[in-house]
């Protein structure tokens, strides 16, 4: 298991990409699985960078994990922010128009359809957010 300590900033979004890149290059991950993978990557860092410790700032972790059986990459996102269950928030209904839906679920609708599994739990002070994607 690999790990960074960084600071939830927008900025640092290509040093998370980066990290996971690395991690990646061990396995035979084909270039539109990694695709969905930093795309829900993505979305995840710049809610935390954003929401978590707004207005302040705070750092995440990012760890990652390739799972041999099933070939497989946990992507588990550790922050001390406000504590928030995404997935506690009803998938908004894509069938209707932009303009009648409510205001904000895209991004983890989006992520839950990008990755396998999706989990949250707030633990000892902290957002615990793990991404299962099958390789």
């Known amino acids: 298991m690999n790990e960074l300590n960084i600071e939830a900033s927008v900025d640092n979004l290509g040093k998370v990409i980066g990290f996971i890149e690395e991690k990646l290059e061990t396995t035979e991950c ?6 969905q993978i ?3 990557v993505e979305e995840l860092f710049v809610n935390i960078a954003r929401y978590a410790y707004a207005p302040n700032t705070g750092n995440a972790t990012v760890r990652v994990e390739v799972i041999p059986e099933p ?3 946990v992507i588990t996102f550790i922050d001390n922010g406000v504590p928030y269950d995404p997935l506690a928030k009803e998938d908004p209904d894509i069938t209707l128009p932009a303009e009648e839906r409510g205001i904000g679920g895209l991004g983890i609708y989006m992520v ?3 990755t396998d599994n ?5 633990k000892d002070g902290k957002n615990i957010l793990s991404i299962v994607k099958n390789l």
Do not use: G
């Not at 084909?30 to 695709?35: A, G, L, V």
């Not at 999706?118 to 707030?122: A, D, G, K, S």
């Open 71 to 73: 070939l497989s990459v």
């Open 30 to 35: 084909k270039p539109k699985t990694q695709m």
């Open 38 to 40: 930093e795309t829900a």
């Open 112 to 114: 839950k359809k990008l």
């Open 118 to 122: 999706i989990t949250y739990e707030y």
